[in-house]
Nanobody, 114 residues
């Protein structure tokens, strides 16, 4: 059974940093891309950053220069380093992993507030 598990959310002050992690497991096929999305109440889920198996990175405009997606040492594990956080970054952050089909994690809450 495929599992996609996020960790690292929490409360941070404006200007602060957080690091999210995502681990995917259980697929008979390799995860050829992994990504972070976010969603706030009443809005559609939006892409934050994507990392392909070949190492290509794509970022939403709001994430460029502040967020960094990377592959951790463990196989099929990625991280999202978020710096200079703003209140408008407050959202539930979801990890998505592709292995033939796409799988979602359960999401982690990130709250940016003083």
């Amino acid at each position: 059974q495929v599992q996609v598990v996020e960790s690292g959310g929490g409360l941070v002050q404006p200007g602060g940093s957080l690091r999210l992690s995502c681990a995917a497991s259980g697929s008979a096929f390799s995860f050829n891309a992994m990504a972070w999305y976010r969603q706030t109440l009443g809005k559609q889920r939006e892409l934050v950053a994507m990392l392909t198996e070949g190492g290509d990175r794509n970022y939403a405009d709001f994430a460029k220069g502040r967020f960094t997606i990377s592959r951790d040492n463990a196989k099929d594990t990625i991280a999202l380093q978020m710096n200079s956080l703003k209140p408008e970054d407050t959202a539930v952050y979801y990890c998505r992993a592709w292995a033939g089909v796409a799988y979602w994690g359960q999401g982690v809450q990130v709250t940016v507030s003083s």
